[in-house]
């Protein structure tokens, strides 16, 4: 820039010089905004990806119409790329609390992966104590209670033995960063607020699902991050499979033994039947030969009693002709001896 030049800028800005920090405060004011925004987000990146790897946030949610069991955990977790596996149980289910009916997320409290955040009261001790979502409650609802309605069907009631539970704690989940806490096939379809309950609170063979937190050493929402965990995938899925076909022939030789089980108690039991119905026959056909036989005896004796009473009726008929013969062979021998004297 020649001298004129600079000149003719610097008389420009001198005529107007309002204009000219009005537009230089806008330009600042811009640039401001812009650095902010290239800033705010890595540093909301960064926050999160903090938060979420210092609560282990699954990097794989595994669910199965058959369940896992602790084979399935330890198999998952001796995966090469697997820093922990563990499985969970969780409900969908109708609770009361002051007097309202919400649909609930009843969820088993983890150990080692999507470790929620306490930030209030303290950590259950026993089956019938819960933690509470911080988004619904509050340190106000320390030592309350939540129940477990009745209009939940069968499965869920069974499922839950315990149907009370004392708010002990109230927490944050990795699991839910939004304020929306998912969807249910209860109610309106939304689920108002989800709950942790310890293990033993359930009452199930097999695991609901099944969470891995990966080593995947990249930062998250990064396209390296994405790339290791398609890599991964892979794997997953393949041990998935083996594992679900597994556990679909467990279950299936197990309902076969139970089925010839039954099969063979039934059998047992039509045997024992047999056995049963062939010796009460038997005791029955005895039982009638000794009727009849008894019924012929009372027949014999009743004849002989017949025969008796008709002699004792013919004796009891002569006895009159016996006295009066009597009385004249007394008369006789009465004559008889006047005559001798």
Same mark, same amino acid.
């Given at each position: ?242 594992? #679900?076909?597994?556990? *679909? ?5 197990? !309902?076969? &033994?139970? $089925? @010839? =089980? %039954?099969?063979?108690? +039934? /059998?047992? #039991?039509?045997?024992? *039947? ?5 010796? !009460?026959? &038997?005791? $029955? @056909? =005895? %039982?009638?030969?000794? +009727? /009849? ?49």
């Amino acid at each position: 820039m020649n001298r004129y030049t600079l000149s003719m800028l610097l008389r420009s800005i001198r005529a107007t010089l309002g204009r000219y920090l009005a537009i230089l405060a806008i330009v600042a004011l811009g640039v401001g905004f812009f650095a902010g925004l290239k800033c705010s987000c890595p540093a909301m990146r960064g926050t999160a990806e903090r938060y979420l790897r210092e609560q282990r946030l699954y990097d794989f949610q595994l669910l199965s119409t058959l369940g896992f069991t602790e084979e399935d955990v330890r198999a998952f977790e001796a995966l090469e790329g697997v820093a922990a596996a563990e499985g969970t149980y969780f409900a969908d289910a109708f609770a009361l609390f002051s007097g309202r009916r919400d649909v609930y997320r009843l969820m088993s409290l983890p150990e080692r992966v999507s470790l929620p955040v306490l930030t209030a009261g303290r950590m259950p001790e026993n089956a019938a104590e819960c933690l509470a979502d911080s988004r619904a409650f509050d340190e106000a609802d320390l030592g309350r209670t939540i129940s477990v309605t009745d209009e939940n069907d069968e499965d869920t009631l069974e499922l839950l033995p315990q149907r009370a539970f004392t708010i002990v704690g109230i927490v944050r989940s990795p699991r839910y960063i939004s304020a929306l806490r998912g969807d249910s096939s209860l109610g309106s379809g939304r689920i108002h607020a989800f709950l942790y309950l310890p293990a033993e609170a359930f009452s199930s063979e097999a695991y609901h699902e099944l969470c891995l937190w990966c080593d995947i050493d990249a930062a998250l929402y990064s396209e390296a991050y994405d790339a290791a965990r398609d890599r991964l995938t892979d794997s997953v899925k393949a041990l998935l499979n083996r594992r #679900g076909q597994l556990r *679909y022939t467990q279950l299936r030789r197990d !309902a076969d &033994e139970e $089925l @010839a =089980d %039954a099969q063979a108690e +039934l /059998e047992q #039991g039509r045997q024992d *039947y047999e056995d049963a119905r062939a010796e !009460a026959e &038997e005791k $029955l @056909a =005895d %039982a009638k030969k000794q +009727l /009849e036989d008894s019924e012929r005896k009372l027949l014999a004796a009743q004849a002989e009693l017949d025969a008796n009473r008709q002699r004792l009726e013919e004796g009891m008929a002569a006895i009159p002709a016996a006295r009066e013969q009597l009385a004249a062979q007394r008369a006789a021998l009465d004559e008889t001896a006047q005559q001798l004297a």
